[in-house]
């Protein structure tokens, strides 16, 4: 017997040629088999042949991998045919074996060879002959089309043995491609006298394996395969219906477009209406919401990966970050015993902060309490020392996550992937019982999918000896593979207002169908019946919409080279498919095409509408002088963005417009809410400030409430000069005390405060910065700087606590370097403040341990870095400051300037701590001479303000030009009248906070610098 190939010119599946033959058949032997390129196909074609007298027993209509399987487990060797899953599983089995037992091959095992892989192996793994796992290179199909690169590259060497020894593994676990058992089908079926003929009928294309089935069962059947080809003539194509254009001026106006000529065609009576789209997720997402707003039933098929499905892709991301913490468990660094005990050491960070985990905690999925996980959030954003084991057993803890939570992680942490998405659908379950709602269901759709996609990976891949972590990773990106490719929940949708149901109901009941839009693509439509549909509207006619796919070059080129092909979409088929399709609408066509991209830019038409075009003599589908397009074109503009992107189609009507208040403008109702002074407090306690505070509401009343009243700072522990800051005044406070103390003939490093065994006033030689005591003050610094950063890595892991813990190895050199700027800050106080010598340290005041105080009216907060006394005991305050350059910043006023006691400077602070410690010092028999900022920051420098008479002791050196804008006056009295005079000036301003006034006015732009308030109007950088 032979294979007969019948072209026909119509798309209708029973056509004459294949009613023919089914006929001859049956009369025959009372069977024929008639295999269709679909399921859905199978049963319209079922459906058909009920008509037709004679054909309504017999027949078998099926699709060649159902018919082919079916016969299979008849007269098969007994191999179970293996699905996708499983495929992609024994692949990555067969490319990690291949790695190790050749070592020295170059084939790279990511995923991209994975799935290159498992595609050949489904095309055409009957073209790889081998034998016991070893591929037999001389049987090798010769590329016949050039001989001269008719060879193997050694890569394509390799993927060939890696496909030998995957089939080898197929066969260990009894299982054989859908491919293979094709080709073989032919020699196993038994040969009776009186066979059944095969008709293949309205395939696009045949792939090899098909050509293969077709070939073997042409020694028994009598096969005929009958193809519609449809050739482009000078007729028009359809000149028998309307035909319209439909034009959009861009991609946001073609649904609005489609919507408005779908409800036009419901109007005049269409029922059943086709929109062809390439892309149909995206015309299901657009369009379907505008037609149920109209009462329009919309149905489609959608196709989705697992993984681009929200519930999906968490899971996935939360799976990976828990195994890589694992593995990341497994070697982390033990701790070390130090000089200052046991140093925790880190390892690689790359991880922090796990902000997928938390992802998914917020997703509906993982049924935790949102408040509980934004705190979980923030206590591992403020640890820099977090360790994988602790994120772990915090995600253990269902009082910190949830129930089902708790158990997954555990499950993972056992190596059960698929029980872990068991014991969330289980609880997806349960919630729905409770409260039935679709989207929980499709949740535990989706989860019980991964789960069986995760058994399937724990029943084929062994762990064998290799760690936990590691092997969970591989396992992870397996599954991604899976659940990208291999795995497609494929769900068929229709939505409709809820007045229409009861009419949707009734469909099938011999009641007037209500008007129905089918979504399909390309392939789908060009399978239709002709005249089966009421219109057509086919979309997306442009260049790009409809370009040509080119498979990927190295999978195309080796199976050209085993003469394996597969459908190609090309332009012979691409017109093959739109010119079946123009014969489905009975009444109606409709041709789209966006004038413009999403990039503004002018599309052209695909080389099909050029083509229709062209058979009704027009060079282009737009109307000019010389170009009459004999059809009606309606248009949309994208002006009216409102009314393309609403479900309703309506554009946006304003009845009135409101102008917004000035960023922190607040009615005087509002106002009492704004004047608590620290995070937590409630209106109407104590007003308490801090000289930050204070100096932040001069910069901006916005930005005080902002970060001060509302908190809208940064929750990452980070590694910047706010950290830097924070640790070097701990190191100097403890670095100047120890000077100090070893001075006094004390323990440096003891409990005992100075205050116990020294008055302020008296001498203590070596208790300041000198020649004599520099190396030994860097000494103490080095000491405790090393001292500090292991108390670090033991205790601070808490925000509040500002660790500065390198994570990075730039970050490393980085914390040497700023290491280095502290000893040299030493250095650069070494002839500076002459007579003076550092007595207090970090002294507080208010709060629950500091000295009570009170400055403009409120209650004051706060901590001096350092105070410095002379014998005569005048006192000078030292605000440190990890900056470089300093003196500008912090001067009172410009050189050229004359000094004005009634303008605050830019910076107050050390002002405010000289003034509050005044009574403290007149108590302690001690005069405050001045207020000065310390860059401790190279280049290293002084600012700040203090009388003229004080500005040569500071500077240790002769006056310059420069240091006349530091100076507040020439006298000490001079100095405390300016302190009394900038206590005025604040208070006035204290008194506006206390009103509630927090309009935006930045006094420069540094004050927006650390705004978190992006969308200020009145931000000024």
């Known amino acids: 017997m032979s294979i007969t190939y019948i072209s026909v010119e119509t798309s209708k599946l029973l056509s004459q040629p294949v009613l023919e033959r089914l006929h001859a058949s049956v009369a025959r032997c009372g069977r024929a088999v008639l295999l269709v390129p679909n399921y859905e196909k199978a049963l319209e074609v079922q459906r058909a042949l009920a008509q037709h007298e004679g054909l309504a027993l017999g027949v078998t209509v099926s699709t060649p991998s159902s018919w082919v399987e079916e016969q299979w487990r008849l007269y098969g060797t007994g191999k179970r045919i293996i699905d996708s899953v499983s495929r992609m599983i024994l692949a990555r089995i067969t490319l990690d074996s291949y790695a190790r037992q050749h070592k020295e091959s170059s084939l790279h095992t990511g995923e991209g060879t994975l799935r290159v892989l498992a595609q050949v192996a489904q095309d055409g793994i009957f073209a790889v002959p081998s034998k016991d796992g070893q591929l037999i290179v001389e049987q090798l199909p010769v590329c016949v089309e050039d001989a ?6 050694a890569g394509e060497l390799d993927m060939l043995r890696c496909l030998a020894l995957y089939k080898q593994l197929m066969d260990e676990h009894n299982f054989i491609e859908l491919c293979e058992v094709m080709t073989r089908l032919g020699q196993l079926l038994p040969a009776h006298t009186a066979m059944p003929s095969v008709v293949f009928a309205s395939f696009l294309h045949f792939s090899a394996a098909q050509e293969k089935l077709a070939e073997g069962l042409s020694s028994l059947y009598e096969v005929s395969v009958v193809r519609c080809v449809k050739q482009l003539g000078t007729e028009p194509l359809r000149s028998d219906i309307p035909t319209e254009l439909l034009h959009a001026a861009g991609p946001l106006a073609r649904w609005e477009l489609i919507a408005s000529q779908v409800a036009g065609l419901v109007s005049g009576g269409a029922h059943d209406i086709v929109v062809c789209s390439n892309n149909i997720r995206d015309a299901w997402n657009q369009l379907m919401p505008k037609l149920t707003q109209q009462g329009i039933l919309v149905c489609s098929s959608v196709p989705a990966p697992l993984f ?16 890589h913490l694992i593995e990341l468990e497994e070697t982390w660094p033990k ?17 922090w902060a ?18 509980q996980v934004w705190q979980l959030d923030r206590r591992w954003r403020g640890n820099r020392i977090l360790t994988p084991t602790k ?12 129930k089902r939570v708790g158990q997954a992680v555990r499950d993972i942490q056992r190596g059960k992937i698929g029980a872990a998405a068991d014991k969330i659908r289980l609880a997806l379950e349960e919630q729905n019982k409770k409260t039935p709602s679709e989207h929980i269901q499709n949740q535990a759709f989706i989860m019980a999918s991964i789960a069986a996609i995760a058994r399937q990976i724990g029943a084929l891949y062994p762990r064998g000896a290799q760690s936990l972590g590691i092997y969970l990773q591989k396992v992870v990106a397996l599954l991604k593979v899976l659940m990208e490719r291999g795995s497609i929940v494929t769900s068929s949708m229709a939505c409709v207002q809820q007045d229409t149901k009861q009419d949707a109901n009734k469909l099938g009941k011999n009641e007037p169908a209500i008007p129905c839009v089918h979504i399909l693509s390309s392939r789908e439509v060009a399978l239709l019946e002709p005249r089966s549909v009421d219109a057509l509207i086919y979309t997306g006619m442009t260049t790009a919409e409809m370009r040509i796919v080119v498979d990927d070059g190295a999978l195309m080129q080796l199976e050209d080279k085993l003469q394996v092909y597969r459908p190609t979409r090309d332009i012979t088929s691409i017109r093959g498919q ?3 399709a123009l014969e489905a609408p009975r009444s109606y066509l409709m041709l789209e095409r966006s004038l413009t991209d999403d990039d503004a830019k002018p599309t052209f038409p695909a080389v099909m509408l050029s083509e229709f075009m062209q058979s009704y003599g027009c060079d282009s589908d737009r109307p000019s002088k010389e170009n009459v397009v004999p059809f009606v074109i309606h248009s949309a503009g ?22 917004p208040l000035p960023a922190g403008k607040v009615s005087d109702e509002l106002a009492p809410l704004v004047i608590a002074g620290r995070k937590g407090a409630l209106p109407g306690e104590e007003l308490v400030l801090s000289a930050s505070q204070i100096e932040s509401y001069l910069e901006c009343p916005y930005k005080w409430f902002s970060l001060r009243r509302l908190g809208l700072s940064g929750i990452d522990a980070g590694f910047s000069n706010l950290e830097k800051g924070s640790f070097a005044h701990r190191v100097l406070e403890v670095t100047h005390r120890a000077l100090l103390r070893e001075a006094a003939g004390v323990e440096p490093f003891g409990a005992l405060l100075e205050d116990a065994f020294v008055n302020p006033r008296e001498r203590i030689e070596g208790s300041r910065i000198t020649k004599q005591t520099l190396s030994r003050a860097q000494e103490l610094l080095t000491s405790e700087f090393d001292a500090h950063y292991v108390h670090q890595l033991q205790r601070a892991e808490k925000f509040h606590d500002q660790a500065l813990v390198p994570h990075v190895a730039s970050q490393k050199e980085e914390l040497a370097y700023f290491k280095e700027d502290l000893l040299d800050s030493l250095a650069f106080q070494e002839g500076k403040l002459l007579g003076f010598e550092p007595r207090y340290f ?18 004051f907060i706060g901590s001096i870095d350092r105070i410095d006394v002379d014998e005569q005991g005048h006192a000078l305050i030292i605000d440190y400051k990890y900056r470089g350059n300093i003196f500008n910043e912090y001067k009172l006023f410009n050189k050229d300037d004359e000094f004005n006691p009634s303008v605050l400077p830019r910076h107050v602070q050390s002002l405010i701590y000289a003034q509050v410690i005044r009574k403290y010092l007149a108590e302690q028999n001690l005069t405050s001479v001045g207020a000065v900022y310390l860059g401790i920051k190279r280049p290293y420098d002084l600012s700040g303000a203090m009388p003229a008479s004080m500005v040569e002791r500071v500077w240790g050196q002769q006056r310059n030009d420069r240091l006349h804008s530091v100076c507040a006056g020439q006298t000490i009295e001079d100095f405390y009248t300016y302190l009394d005079t900038c206590e005025e000036l604040i208070t006035h301003q204290v008194e506006r906070l206390k009103a509630g006034y927090i309009e935006a006015n930045p006094i420069d732009e540094h004050a927006c610098k650390y705004c978190p308030v992006t969308n200020c109007e009145k931000r000024r950088n």
């Open 391 to 402: 994120v772990l057993a915090d995600l253990s803890k269902t009082s910190y996550t949830s």
């Open 842 to 859: 970090e002294l507080r005041f208010g709060g629950k341990s500091g000295i009570p105080v009170t400055y403009a009216s409120v209650s």
């Open 148 to 153: 001269l690169e008719s060879g193997y590259s």
């Open 578 to 580: 739109f010119l079946r």
């Open 638 to 659: 994208e002006d009216d963005v409102t009314k393309n992107m609403s479900a309703a189609g309506m554009s946006d009507t304003f009845n009135q417009i409101c102008n």
């Open 354 to 371: 796990p902000a997928p985990i938390i992802d998914f905690l917020l997703s509906d999925i993982a049924g935790t309490d949102i408040a």
């Open 335 to 351: 701790p070390i015993q130090g000089p200052w005990g046991e140093e925790r050491v880190l390892g690689s960070m790359d991880w």
């Open 308 to 323: 681009s499905t929200v519930a999906g892709v968490g899971f996935l991301n939360f799976v990976s970050c828990v195994a």
